[in-house]
């Protein structure tokens, strides 16, 4: 079975800085996918950013980008010049490739961006 | 253009009761998955829909189930309502051959007394 692990349940950094949140994963599969999703306090779920395992490129979305280490089997977010709008909870989340399309969740972190 | 759509965006329940929770994907999806996700938790896999048929279920009981329409929007019932299945309830759709990327709609806060 799939698991993802997140483990920093809060963090916060002032406004303007970089911040990494940090999100390992256990599979034995070959081929899937790692996303990250944001849930602000609307509780509305927003993709922020994905990730195919196959290809060796980190995805990148304006101030957001991933480190993706296949062998260490982590998938890390930046924010850069974070903004008082990043703050909400951040999900890191994994499916398998092929015949099965559930997302495994990590607990989540809080991000916190101080004024 | 539309996102994904719930209704209602709040419920009270007592135990023992049956509730109905409605989900309206976005233009151009034909996928809907639901979530259960318990305060402070991330979400947790309910069941998926395509073509009007549940294709893949997650670790919850026959009191859970659901039925999507040949529009495709799609319907979570729970049965016999216990304390511990208060929590946000959660819809995704996904695009025509594209599934593995699903977007949500703002949830549902159902809360059991």
């Known amino acids: 079975a799939q698991t993802v692990t997140q483990s920093q349940p809060e963090m916060s950094v002032q406004e303007a800085e970089t911040v990494t949140l940090s999100c390992t994963y256990d599979?034995?599969?070959?081929?899937?996918?790692l996303f990250w999703y944001k849930q602000p306090p609307s509780r509305q779920m927003i993709l922020v950013i994905r990730?195919?395992?196959?290809k060796q490129q980190n995805a990148t979305e304006n101030r957001f980008s991933v480190n993706f280490q296949k062998a260490a089997k982590s998938f890390s977010l930046k924010i850069s010049d974070s903004q008082l709008g990043d703050t909400a909870m951040y999900f890191c989340?994994?499916?398998?490739?092929?015949?099965?399309?559930?997302?495994?969740w990590g607990a989540g972190t809080k991000l916190i961006i101080k004024p | 253009d539309a996102g994904v759509t719930q209704s209602p965006t709040h419920l009270i329940k007592t135990r023992g009761q049956q509730v109905t929770l409605r989900c309206s994907p976005k233009?151009?999806?034909?996928?809907v998955s639901w979530y259960q996700q318990a305060l402070g938790q991330g979400p947790q896999f309910i069941f998926q829909?395509?073509?009007?048929?549940?294709?893949q279920r997650g670790n919850f009981p026959d009191r859970f189930s659901g039925h999507q329409f040949p529009n495709y929007s799609s319907e979570l019932n729970v049965n016999a309502l216990l304390l511990g299945d208060s929590a946000l309830y959660l819809c995704?759709?996904?695009?025509?051959?594209?599934?593995?990327?699903?977007?949500f709609g703002p949830g549902t806060r159902l809360t059991v007394l």
């Open positions: 995704a759709s996904s695009p025509v051959g594209l599934g593995d990327t699903q977007y």
């Open positions: 233009s151009g999806h034909d996928t």
């Open positions: 829909y395509y073509e009007e048929e549940e294709r």
């Open positions: 599979t034995s599969e070959s081929n899937y996918y």
């Open positions: 990730q195919e395992a196959y």
């Open positions: 989340a994994f499916m398998k490739m092929d015949s099965n399309y559930q997302l495994i």
